[in-house]
């Protein structure tokens, strides 16, 4: 059994490393070539750095990388502390499990959905300033930039809006892992506050428990393209929509500089992760000093409400937003200051039905067949662990995480060059494919620790009554964890529904999705209209995430350990 466990592991590791990794080396690779000069397209075969030149000279180049370390840099580490700060304030009245129940929409809800239900709140003319015209005696929207602002501050906040849900989610699954209860009793019999005991002893804990997940929300953050659109500036915008943009541009010889960008948003997130790691190493040296220091008077106490309340309120301005999506796809006549719609109707669904449907069907197609490949994947490579009895390796965890810490638009241009080569790009193929790369290692992940958990005594139960491996895969391992199943499966989908760059850079324009229409409808089109593509958008991962908790308690209404509680 080891012998086959071994191979089906090498099997597994063969086609991640060639149908994922390899792609993404080959994308950086024809990316990189055109960064220095060389695309033979273009009659360019002399390395060169004149594209760097060009590069610089752009008008707006430098506000675009001031604007993409202030929003990435900022709205990571405002998440995290905030993140942090709540956790300590509520951790005893909040478990891992309800803390997911609580988080779940704000997960599940796309990033472009979000931007698009935050610009409908945020926006002069939107709900908060509606709700404040009576105060302020507005007759008129206020003449202030809430929504691409040149500051980027509409941007920070969606993307705090969107990154602490996930951060809690990580620091709570964290917490469950160390006796936080002990600790704290331990260092406030010593004296120490509250606040100060986090800082201490729980959070030198929980860093690197929680380190990977943070440093991919910082490789998102400082490449976002989607919120980045709907909510930052766009004269100039961030490097990344900038980049977005030259690679789009009529003229051929924009994809030279826009290539040196797209390098340039890699080297960006490389050297972000290296200055964590780095004030990692300066926090633990200080971090030595203060714990021989004492500082028992200390107080951390008017920080951890400050964090409660900050928290609580990006929560419901998040709420608010998924909320304004449905009503403005459903209203008809909301003229300003009213607070709700004069009048409601079905014209808004019924006058884009034409476009929505094929967006939906699409978007459906895809979700579907990148989740598939991806479960299936992972489910192989869990397996294949099992069977020969072997656990990960760093390297091999490196291999999931890659996809998600190398910004898309550093390899996606140069991945779509290697597809058309071989006569891929533009087809619905092409797609699947690219979503694969951002699909499967959130999929891995979610069902990784729901996997290993599985009590080991069924299996050698059933392995003493002759079953055999691979019965004991679909007899005993799938029933027990289609609930952890069902639940990757849904946050597949969700990941799956909000891939905008994959979708246009491999679509090539072609395949269209409620993502990619949304952010379109969104720059200035009926309000109404993309209230229903965003909808839609935010609709397929709820709905999916219904059904990963009720089929299992459908199937399984009978035989509570078969729900999958007992393992997750």
Known sequence: MKHQGRLLRMAVLAVVGLG?????????WQTGRAAFGILPALGQDVVSLEPWRALIELPGFATSL??????????????????????AAVHARITPASGAR????????????????????????????????????????PDIATVNDGWGLGLMIGLMVKELPFLLLVILSALSQIPVARHMAAGRALGYGRGIVWIKVIMPQVWPLIRLPVWVVLAYALSVVDMAIVLGPST?????????????DPDPAMILPASVGA???????????????????????????????GGRGLSAEPGLR??????????????????????????????FPQIWPESWSLKPWARAQGGWMEALGTTLVLALATVGLSLALAIAWLEGEDRANRSRAPWAEALI??????????????????????????????????????????????????????????????????????????????PVL????LTSAAIGVAVSVAQYLPTLFMGAGRVVTLTTEAVTLSSGSDRRVTGVYASLQAGLPFAAYFVAFALPAILHRNRRALSGASVT
């Open 401 to 478: 995480y890659l996809p998600l810490l190398i910004p898309q638009i550093g390899f996606l241009y140069g991945l779509n060059t290697g597809f058309l080569r071989i006569g891929l790009s533009g087809s619905l193929w092409a797609v699947i494919w690219a979503q694969v790369l951002f699909v499967f290692p959130y999929v891995m992940i979610a069902l990784t620790d729901s996997w290993r958990a599985l009590d080991p005594r069924m299996i050698r139960a059933a392995a003493a009554l002759g079953a055999g491996p691979n019965r004991r895969l679909w007899t005993i391992k799938l």
């Open 236 to 248: 100039p915008p961030t490097l990344a929509v900038a980049v977005t943009r030259w690679f789009s």
């Open 20 to 28: 994922l990794i390899a792609p993404i080396a080959l994308g950086l």
């Open 102 to 141: 609580m988080l779940t929409p704000f997960l599940a809800i796309p990033h472009a959905a979000m931007a698009v239900g935050l610009a409908f709140v945020l926006a002069p003319s939107g709900w908060i300033a509606r709700m404040l015209a009576p105060l302020a005696g507005w007759a008129h929207p």
């Open 482 to 485: 289609i609930r952890p199943i």
């Open 263 to 293: 390098m340039l948003q890699a080297v960006i997130v490389g050297a972000a992760v290296a200055l964590l790691i780095g004030l990692e190493a300066l926090a633990k040296r200080f971090g030595r000093w203060w714990l021989r220091r």
């Open 66 to 87: 001031r604007l993409t370390l202030v929003t990435g840099l900022g709205s990571t580490l405002l998440s995290l502390l905030l993140a942090v700060g709540f956790c």
């Open 306 to 335: 400050l964090a409660t309340v900050a928290v609580m309120a990006l929560m419901a301005l998040g709420a608010l937003a998924i909320l304004s999506l449905v009503i403005w796809s459903l209203a008809w006549r909301w003229s």
